[in-house]
């Protein structure tokens, strides 16, 4: 069974600073992996999929890095602000049976003060 | 619609009633999926639609839970009996396809209290 491990659960930092944040799943078998955010009370937003053939994504201050074989992405976030004060989601696309499915880490809640 | 819409954005109800969860996909994505998210936790996988049809409803913890999607676009979430346990935020994504490379649209959630 497919499990995404995230590291740290928490995480609070200066304004300015660069972070990482680290996710790691136990089966390589996966089609890609997605970063969210979530805000206090709301839905996710999408901010960076890598396909399983790929190896990075960037979008502005952020970078996700993925190494299937070893398990493990990053995503980096480049002088941080306080509105990227969040929790953020990585999830795996597997397949189970003939139907494809998203498992979800339990995320990193990030805190940055101004 | 521009995204994926889910009411009532709260519910709280007591124990033991009976509550329906509804959910607005992306229009013409045919690919709907409910998740349940509890505090401190991530999303968990509880029911997918190709459709109007249930394609996996492996992840719905017991038959006191119960999804339907008539026409292959609104979703309701049904839950008969509630308990306690049951609170949590349930999330509805859509996407336009159940490929690999199609990418899942979340809405906002409902937020599920139960006294």
């Known amino acids: 069974k497919q499990e995404v491990t995230q590291i740290p659960a928490a995480l609070s930092v200066p304004e300015g600073e660069n972070l990482v944040l680290n996710c790691s799943f136990t089966?390589?078998?996966?089609?890609?992996l997605q970063w969210f955010r979530q805000d206090p009370g709301k839905g996710l937003t999408s901010l960076l999929l890598i396909q399983s053939s790929q190896r990075e994504q960037t979008s502005g201050r952020l970078n996700a890095s993925l190494d299937k074989s070893s398990g493990r992405s990053t995503l980096y976030i480049a002088a941080s602000q306080p509105g990227d004060s969040a929790t953020y989601l990585c999830?795996?696309?597997?397949?189970?049976?003939?139907?494809?499915?998203?498992?979800f880490g339990k995320g990193t809640l990030l805190t940055v003060n101004p | 619609g521009a995204g994926v819409s889910q009411t009532p954005s709260n519910k709280v109800t007591e124990k033991g009633k009976y509550v329906e969860l509804r959910c607005d996909p992306i229009s013409g994505h045919t690919a709907l999926y409910w998740y349940r998210q509890s505090l401190g936790q991530g999303p968990e996988f509880l029911i997918y639609?190709?459709?109007?049809?249930?394609?996996?409803d492996s992840g719905l913890p017991n038959d006191r839970f119960f999804a339907v999607r008539p026409e292959g676009s609104v979703s309701t979430l049904k839950i008969q009996r509630t308990e306690r346990g049951d609170s949590a935020v349930y999330l509805c994504?859509?996407?336009?396809?159940?490929?690999?490379?199609?990418?899942?649209?979340f809405g906002p959630g409902t937020r599920l209290t139960v006294l």
């Open positions: 999830a795996v696309k597997i397949i189970d049976g003939s139907n494809y499915k998203l498992t």
């Open positions: 089966d390589s078998a996966i089609y890609n």
């Open positions: 994504a859509s996407s336009l396809g159940q490929g690999a490379y199609n990418e899942q649209f």
């Open positions: 639609f190709q459709g109007t049809g249930a394609a996996d």
